[in-house]
């Protein structure tokens, strides 16, 4: 009567299970290469290359804009908690008429500044003084707000005009230093050194302009924190002016 031992001629050796397997791996391999790769043409025919180029999200100027009014607006929620929200005195006409038209004057510096970022090749130098302009700009605009608030001013400007609070008005928009629609429109199309040279003029142009506003408020302004902020204006821009041009020189 057979005791249902396996005898050992008839254990299976692992060294057989091991071939066996690689024998049955290399035979699915080949068979797969037969069956993917049959065409002896290279496989390129009926192939069709999609030549169109589709810029990254961040690229596109309706995203770039978003993007700046995004900023803006989480720099004046920091601008808001970080000041002093208190009772204030009557604010003069240069002191309502400075913030609202230096707050639409750095908007368009940080608007400027985001889309030189998008570009490509361009100067790192170049591309931290507009990173340091979109934040540094940005905390600014929300400090003007907040004291237009204290100040129970609208905090925009809601006339057809601009600096009558300096004795000379222009039309809105076109405030000392502002770029046009056609120069932001050509800066977003450039790159490389072009895109370098042509941001530097801009915002040179740009920062004079602010300059000329800031320290006529420094000046005349009656709130001590807004002569305060025209005075800090004043020198941080002549200290970007002077970095700006040594990058390009």
Known sequence: MSTGRVGVDDTIDDDTIDDTN??????????????GGGNDDGGDDGVD????????????PFNIAVIAV??????????????????????????????QDMREHHEQAVAMSFLFLALDDTEPGLREIARSITFGQG?????????????DESEVNEGDTSMEW????????????????????ELAT????????LFVELMVRHHEGGIE??????????????RAMAASIVDSQGDEIAELERLVD
């Open 139 to 151: 905390i600014e605009i929300g400090r003007m707000v907040q004291l237009l608030r204290d100040f």
């Open 213 to 226: 506003m800031a320290m006529f408020a420094a000046a005349e302004a009656d709130d001590d924190e807004v």
């Open 190 to 197: 450039t790159t490389g050194a072009a895109a370098d040279a």
């Open 22 to 35: 690689v024998d049955k791996d290399a035979d699915t391999i080949d068979d797969g290469a037969h069956a």
């Open 49 to 60: 290359v999609d030549d169109t180029i589709v810029l990254p999200w961040w690229q596109h």
């Open 70 to 99: 995004t900023a803006a607006l989480l720099a004046g929620m920091i601008g808001w908690m970080i000041g002093d929200s208190g009772n204030r005195r009557d604010a003069s006409a240069v002191d309502v008429g400075f913030l």
């Open 166 to 185: 300096m004795g000379h008005s222009v039309p809105v928009g076109e405030m000392p230093g502002m770029a046009s629609d056609a120069e932001l429109d």
